[in-house]
């Protein structure tokens, strides 16, 4: 996506290109029992404890969930036939397959979140908010929003302190315990060109907050970290990341990388 000019301290609100991750090769949901040796009593049940807590839809989920998926089905051109939530990965799925490019996609799912604000709100916010106390005041509202307003799609996620490049640390990260999205596409390629890529320009372009997402492939945890730039392109291996072992076409694949990526 397109880097644009952002009014701000130089310390988090100057940006190099938007940039990628690598995560390693795992499916993580899977729980096992651990038995002690023979003779002993103890029987020990090693669970998942990817997630310490389980998301209560709320009152306005539903209508979060209609709204953007109306925005990605006005995208699209294609809506599908599924209700909740397995329509809307469907109809994410399908823009993945619509663009020519991945940067397509990238720019596509940019329009998708710009859509869903006032063109005004987003630029007062960049021009009078984002500079604020060297950009730490813009980085923990953004945060809170983003905990508050997101679990419908990320699933339970809770605001945490980050560390920022002039060495100081603040609360503008969002910890997501088991992104729903990630485990629900089951694609590295969805993740990174329909969330990861998309939201880290739409919040440095758009909103004056530079953003790092780093997404965990092993645990599908994601930390969100506002104010925090991330790495150039040309340090990032993300695009050579393999398949999922849960992606269904997995095994059918013979690349290294996912094809999607």
């Known amino acids: ?50 997630s310490s807590s389980e998301y209560k839809p709320g009152i306005f989920d539903d209508l979060f969930l209609s709204l953007f998926r109306n925005k990605l089905v006005e995208e699209v051109g294609w809506d599908s036939e599924k209700h909740g939530y397995d329509g ?23 329009r998708i979140l710009r859509s869903l604000f006032p063109p005004l709100l987003l630029e007062l916010y960049r021009m009078l908010i984002a500079p604020i106390g060297g950009g730490k005041v813009a980085a923990m509202m953004v945060a809170r929003v983003t905990a508050l307003t997101c679990q419908w799609l990320m699933g339970p996620c809770k605001v945490n302190s980050v560390d920022l490049p002039s060495g100081t640390s603040c609360n503008s990260g969002v910890y997501v315990e088991r992104c729903k999205y990630l485990e629900e596409s089951k694609c590295v390629g969805i993740c990174i060109n329909t969330c990861k890529f998309p939201t880290q320009i739409f919040f440095r372009d758009h909103m004056g907050v530079p953003l790092l997402m780093e997404p965990n492939f092993i645990d599908y945890s994601c930390q969100f970290k506002f104010g925090v730039l991330p ?31």
């Open 88 to 110: 809307l990965i469907e109809v994410a799925n399908r823009l993945m397959m619509k663009g020519r490019k991945n940067s397509d996609t990238v720019e596509a799912a940019v």
């Open 1 to 50: 996506m397109k880097a644009l000019a952002i009014v701000g301290p130089h310390n988090i609100c100057s940006y190099p290109p938007s940039s990628r991750f690598c995560y390693p090769k795992h499916f993580p949901n899977r729980s096992h029992l651990c038995f002690s040796s023979p003779g002993s009593r103890t029987v020990e049940k090693a669970v998942n404890t990817t």
């Open 231 to 261: 790495p150039l392109p040309e340090d990032d291996s993300i695009l050579k990341e393999s398949c999922l072992e849960a992606c269904p076409n997995a095994a059918q694949r013979r690349a290294d990388s996912c094809p999607k990526a």
